[in-house]
């Protein structure tokens, strides 16, 4: 399972951007797809998160701003961000994790995203 992420940048706070993440291989073994974020001198936390059974789940801090999709055969994943604010600079990236993938999955290379105060 490969995947590859496109869309972050520069942005303004209160600006928009969407993140994009193409998945290829084998998708069909794929349980969830996931998006995380790490800052400077952070660890990687997990931002955003749809399972099979079609739960969504958000870090508190992101709810309402953020929103994760995916299309129905997992090849290509979404984050919309609104509202952004200085402290979502980060470099996010996607993730899928399900049989057969290991304890920590797949991972794109990430994607700058960088919110002026």
């Known amino acids: 399972v490969q995947l590859v992420e496109s869309g972050g940048g520069f942005v303004q706070a209160g600006g928009s951007l969407r993140l994009s993440c193409a998945v290829s291989?084998?998708?069909?073994?794929?349980?969830?797809m996931n998006w995380y974020r790490q800052a400077p001198g952070t660890r990687r936390d997990l931002v955003a998160s749809?399972?099979?059974?079609?739960?969504?789940t958000y870090a508190e801090s992101v709810k309402v701003r953020l929103t994760i999709s995916a299309d129905e055969g997992k090849n290509m994943m979404y984050l919309q961000m609104n509202s952004l604010k200085p402290e979502d600079t980060a470099v996010y990236y996607c993730?899928?994790?399900?049989?057969?993938?290991?304890?920590?999955?797949?991972w794109g290379q990430g994607t700058q995203v960088t919110v002026s105060s």
């Open positions: 993730n899928v994790m399900g049989l057969g993938m290991g304890v920590y999955g797949y």
């Open positions: 291989g084998s998708t069909s073994s794929i349980n969830s």
């Open positions: 749809i399972i099979n059974s079609g739960k969504i």
